[in-house]
């Protein structure tokens, strides 16, 4: 028997490779942080031994759930400002906020709170577009978690730089920092066409291929951007950055909420990713991103939180069932958003857009243990007729028990192992108490 370093039973592995595969009574063995095999659980037990058994009676596995957008450090200002117009929000009350409070410290301290909300939800991969990524990424590393960080670009000041230019160095010389590493995937994170100027553009496309990394944007969350693109360049969003060749396969595109049908078009031919912020946009009231429409055009759609200021949480699992429910009533056919498509989503397809579909997204031999375990002994999972319908419209974050990235158990019946939670409560409690005093015009 060959010695492997954990083996993951359950009632059902939800593979989600291509064919879908769904393995009742089934087992994975993981040696390495890979997939050595994965088969009905008496087979895996035949050939392979391990200290390390988890064990599988009442419990579904299935790949980690991938977040392919988010701001994690905003989740310090969860709550802060809420019921109002993005603009409003964004111009009034979180840049204000974040001018006076970004910094590295306060960046590593709320990136460890959202990694450990995510991975107790069973988010095991997530796209970050923020600043201080050398914090996010060392945060992400610290929590053992698989981040995708975009180093933030715009045309004004910020307390990380004063020009485009500056963020554009910046964002170089992250990429040379942490290229190759075994977590932390960076890229470049341009916030929108109205907060970066077609130069500006121009110049995070070049830097993107000669560095080949991803591209992470915000396109047409609201009717407001569009308009103002529409004034400032005489094309929508989705237009104006085609016309200045920016999109292509690299880019992940944000919200894509007031796109027209020659737009889905275009995203599609470029072979553009989406990540779709349902909850975000329903909370900000920026409208309902045509998704139907999107995936019948060929266009790979997945699934984003926002970052947890404007959600306001960072779950995937509520994210799936809003989605689905949501576009279902919508479109008028209760047949759209199934499942099966919607768990694909959260899934392999997240993994693909992000351009890490050879090595996470599903249970497949060869890829890295990025594996999750949903315990399905709960009255709302009972009883059981078909576990993807479970999964998406039922399960809850608290169900996740199991939470494993590369091979490493990150949550374990339910409990967050890699690090001291009870200290990362403790010090985002310390940070509200004192944004709390500032927001109310009280400095210590």
Not at 341 to 366: F, N, P, Q
């Amino acid at each position: 028997m060959q010695t492997v370093d954990h083996i993951i039973c359950g009632d059902y592995v939800l593979t989600m490779n291509e064919k879908m595969d769904l393995i009742r009574d089934g087992a994975v063995a993981v040696k390495d942080a890979k997939i050595v095999d994965v088969d009905i659980s008496e087979n895996i037990l035949k050939k392979y031994s391990s200290e390390k058994i988890i064990e599988g009676k009442g419990r579904a596995v299935l790949p980690g759930l991938i977040n392919t957008h988010t701001h994690a450090a905003m989740v310090y200002f969860r709550g802060l400002a809420d019921d109002m117009s993005l603009k409003d929000w964004l111009e009034n009350h979180i840049w204000p906020a974040e001018n006076k409070w970004l910094s590295h410290e306060f960046v590593f301290d709320a990136t460890e709170l959202a990694c450990l909300e995510m991975l107790k939800a069973g988010v095991t991969t997530y796209n970050d577009m923020y600043f201080f990524g050398n914090s996010v990424a060392a945060a992400s590393k610290k929590m053992g978690m698989r981040a995708v960080i975009g180093a933030g670009i715009v045309d004004f000041p910020t307390k990380t730089g004063n020009s485009a230019d500056d963020y554009i160095s910046n964002a170089e010389r992250f990429i040379d920092d942490w290229k190759g590493d075994g977590l932390i995937i960076p890229c470049i994170a341009p916030h929108s066409a109205y907060t970066c100027s077609p130069d500006t553009l121009k110049k995070v496309r070049a830097a993107a291929e000669r560095l080949n990394v991803l591209v992470s944007i915000h396109i047409s969350e609201t009717e407001w951007e569009v308009d103002e693109i529409k004034l400032l360049y005489g094309k929508r969003p989705v237009e104006h950055l085609d016309a200045a060749g920016f999109l292509n396969e690299r880019v992940v595109a944000a919200h894509c909420v007031w796109v027209e049908d020659n737009e889905i078009e275009m995203l599609a031919d470029r072979k553009v990713g989406i990540s779709h912020c349902m909850e975000s946009n329903l909370k900000l009231a920026s409208g309902f991103a045509p998704v139907v429409t999107m995936l019948t055009a060929g266009v790979k759609v997945t699934f984003g939180t926002d970052g947890a200021a404007s959600n306001n949480d960072l779950n995937i699992l509520s994210e799936m069932s809003t989605t689905a429910k949501v576009h279902k009533a919508i479109s008028g056919d209760p047949t759209v958003l199934n499942s099966k498509t919607v768990l694909t989503m959260a899934t392999r397809w997240g993994a693909e857009v992000l351009g890490l579909g050879d090595r996470i997204g599903s249970i497949e031999k060869g890829k890295l243990a990025d594996i999750i375990t949903v315990d399905l002994k709960k009255p709302h999972l009972t009883p059981m007729y078909d576990v993807y319908s479970h999964i998406v419209y039922a399960a809850m974050a608290s169900d996740v028990e199991t939470v494993m990235v590369n091979g490493r158990v990150l949550v374990n019946n339910g409990m967050f192992v890699a690090a001291d939670e009870e200290e990362i409560l403790q010090k985002a409690s310390e940070w509200g108490r004192k944004i709390t005093l500032w927001s109310n015009g009280v400095m210590e």
